[in-house]
Every structure is written in structure tokens, then in C-alpha cells.
């Protein structure tokens, strides 16, 4: 496994539509693997394709409870409004106040190909939420309600 160059903001393929994976095979799982050492070793929660220059629809998270990987991930269910304090690994020191679903149901594939479907809420729904919006090309910037500065 390796540890990745994490893309900051400014780096084109952050505002990019990622494509679908068409075929899990071994480049797609050492993607995996190499998102999940790197999302640990900046101490993140969470980190999409893009984000380390893959234009490809993969997310790697791990919220305390073990590591979820999910591609082509989408969410099919939301409910509920919250507003929470996010960072992202691709824009360090920056946090913003930003309003999600409460609770989101996301339906993706698991490495070997098996769909699965997550019930989240909490920090799990932010995560997903914020992982997903990469893949769309926005950054928790872009929906901020207000911005501060501060040690990550």
C-alpha cells in the first residue's frame, strides 16, 4: 500500500464529475487500499477518488467504527436538517458551518461487487454526504454558510 498526494483546493479534478466504475479488478481495490492508509495517515474521516486525482466514483470512511468502502455510491433516502462544523483533507485549517440531511440511506458497491446499503446519521451521514459531494465536483465550501480558520 501507499500513502497518496492528497489534491488541494484549486487542483481541477476537485470540481470534476467523476466517471462510475465500470469494472471492480485489482487497480480498483489498491485504489482502495491506498485511500483507506492514506485517509489514516492525514488523520481524516473520510476521502474520495478525486481527491487524491482519480476521477473515479470511490469513497473510503471510517468514522470510529471501521473502515466502509463504497463505489458508485448515491443516496437514495434523506431526511431531517442539521447544520455541523466540517474540514476536508484537500483545504487544511478551513472549516465551515454547513447544513446536511440529518439521516441519508446510500446504496453503492462493496469491493467484491456486492451492492450494500447504509443507514447513517450523525458523523457517518456527514461523512457520506461530504464524500459524495466530491465525487460531484463540490467541496463543503461551496455550501458554507459561514467559513473560519483554525488548526485542522
Known amino acids: ?12 479534478i476537485l470540481k470534476r464529475v467523476c466517471s462510475p466504475v465500470e469494472k471492480i479488478d485489482k487497480t480498483v481495490k489498491r485504489l482502495l487500499d491506498n485511500m483507506a492508509e492514506t485517509m489514516y495517515h492525514e488523520n481524516g474521516v473520510g476521502l474520495a477518488a478525486p481527491q487524491v486525482g482519480e476521477g473515479v466514483r470511490v469513497v473510503v470512511i471510517d468514522v470510529g467504527e471501521g473502515i466502509i468502502e463504497l463505489i458508485n455510491p448515491i443516496i437514495i433516502e434523506k431526511e431531517g436538517k442539521k447544520i455541523d462544523t466540517e474540514g476536508c483533507l484537500s ?4 472549516f465551515g458551518e454547513v447544513e446536511r440531511y440529518d439521516k441519508v440511506v446510500v446504496e453503492a458497491l462493496n469491493r467484491r461487487g456486492k451492492k450494500v446499503r447504509i443507514e447513517a446519521t450523525g458523523l457517518l451521514s456527514t461523512a457520506m454526504q461530504h464524500e459524495i459531494d466530491h465525487l460531484e465536483g463540490i467541496l463543503f465550501i461551496d455550501k458554507a ?7 485542522q
Not at 1 to 12: H, R
Open 145 to 151: 454558510k459561514s467559513i473560519s480558520r483554525g488548526k
Open 1 to 12: 500500500m501507499a500513502i497518496l498526494e492528497v489534491k488541494k483546493a484549486g487542483d481541477s
Open 91 to 94: 483545504i487544511p485549517n478551513i
